[in-house]
């Protein structure tokens, strides 16, 4: 492909990760995937080019663009050499044209900017859209950081994380033999501190309300030495299903799990109320804390939208408590920079169940900021996600 095809191409692709943006539906690297399978013409040095032009532009328009050529021409305003290729050759894009219109740039809308937590001012902005480094986990049920170093000598250890080993973001880490074998898992080091701070031990019954895949699952089962029982649920049945093939490559055997229906959790979890040592709600959120690994994110932000994930954060955070033990521990957390999401979310859960208290300390010296009653993890302050996290202890 010459460099004008690629940057036509880029711009096509660009046009439906914007459709979908606006309609919620599938994410970016799925869009990206299926355009790629579609143009089989495309080699490698091609496809890794469009991919670089679509994820600039992403990254430089900080709201949904009209069009993708909007969104690509805000980012050749900066870039004389893409500029060049707006020349009308064949199956490049068509000349700029007087005045045509660009998407606007920058982090977010000054809106969506005005909901962040105080911490996070101007001199955060620009780390929350730098590419991030690849995080890996070590399973202590196979193998040790120790290890992983010696396989990946050019990462270093994580501040405050006894597992947990960077490495440069382009690593191709799980073509490595050592992960098949089930010896480190790909985490951000903001989820393995989430998993850390619920303080899970050995012989405890532990809940993990919103699994997902089970990342989190996994590092509590490693942090234990697969020695507390774990009931790892979700609404998401696709998402839950990819657990038990992940927990057997860990072999982690002490991990149960149960698909919940929306709606009907309370009932589906009634023999478990009130019984468990700790309860983790990593609540589904704005993702406002995972940009610089999906930067689209922004496209999706909508007031309304946001709306719905404080109203299920809300709601599953009182289904934890019910589940928690007299002096059991509930860990709220997101993935998100967002104070609605984070410290207003536990003042309201707090203002709902008196006698409930926020913990501290349970975070390494130097990792996270106090906010409000819990903790902000930043990409600048902590070089990992934007995490948001709050343990609270139940009355006895």
Not at 78 to 85: G, I, R
Request: charged share 25%; aromatic share 6%; hydrophobic share 45%.
């Amino acid at each position: 492909m010459t460099p004008a095809a690629r940057v036509q191409t880029a711009i096509e692709i660009l046009d439906v990760i914007a459709a979908s943006a606006r309609d919620g539906g599938a994410p970016a690297d799925a869009i990206f995937a299926e355009a790629m399978r579609a143009r089989r013409y495309a080699g490698s040095k091609d496809r890794r080019a469009i991919r670089g032009l679509v994820y600039d532009a992403i990254r430089a328009v900080r709201s949904v663009p009209a069009s993708g050529r909007a969104a690509m021409l805000a980012l050749a305003d900066t870039d004389p050499e893409l500029a060049a290729l707006f020349d009308g050759a064949s199956y490049g894009p068509t000349a700029i044209g007087v005045d045509e219109a660009r998407a606007e740039t920058g982090l977010a809308t000054p809106a969506l900017i005005k909901l962040f937590d105080p911490l996070v001012t101007k001199p955060e902005h620009a780390a929350m859209l730098a590419r991030a480094p690849l995080d890996l986990r070590a399973n202590r049920l196979r193998s040790s950081r120790d290890e992983l170093a010696m396989i990946f000598r050019d990462g270093e250890a994580i501040n405050g994380l006894t597992d947990g080993w960077r490495l440069p973001g382009e690593t191709a880490a799980v073509q490595n033999s050592a992960y098949a074998e089930g010896q480190f898992e790909v985490q951000d080091a903001a989820s393995q501190y989430a998993a850390a701070a619920l303080g899970a031990e050995a012989g405890q019954m532990v809940v993990d309300l919103c699994a997902g895949a089970g990342g989190k699952t996994l590092a509590i089962a490693s942090a234990t030495n697969d020695e507390a029982a774990i009931l790892a649920c979700d609404t998401n049945r696709a998402r839950l299903q990819q657990l038990a093939p992940r927990a057997h490559r860990a072999g982690a055997t002490a991990i149960e799990t149960l698909l919940l229906n929306p709606g009907q959790e309370r009932t589906m979890l009634a023999d478990r109320m009130g019984k468990a040592d700790r309860v983790i709600v990593d609540a589904p959120c704005s993702g406002s804390g995972t940009w610089r690994r999906s930067p689209e994110l922004r496209w999706r932000s909508t007031p309304a939208r946001l709306d719905r994930h404080v109203a299920d954060q809300a709601k599953l955070m009182d289904i934890g408590a019910a589940l928690v033990a007299p002096g059991g521990k509930l860990l709220y957390a997101v993935c998100s920079i967002i104070a609605r999401e984070g410290r207003a979310q536990v003042d309201g859960f707090l203002t709902r169940h008196r006698g409930w208290t926020a913990d501290t300390g349970y975070l390494h010296d130097g990792v996270g900021r106090a906010a409000g009653h819990g903790f902000l993890l930043t990409p600048k302050h902590d070089g990992c996600d934007g995490f948001f996290l709050a343990r609270l202890t139940a009355p006895c």
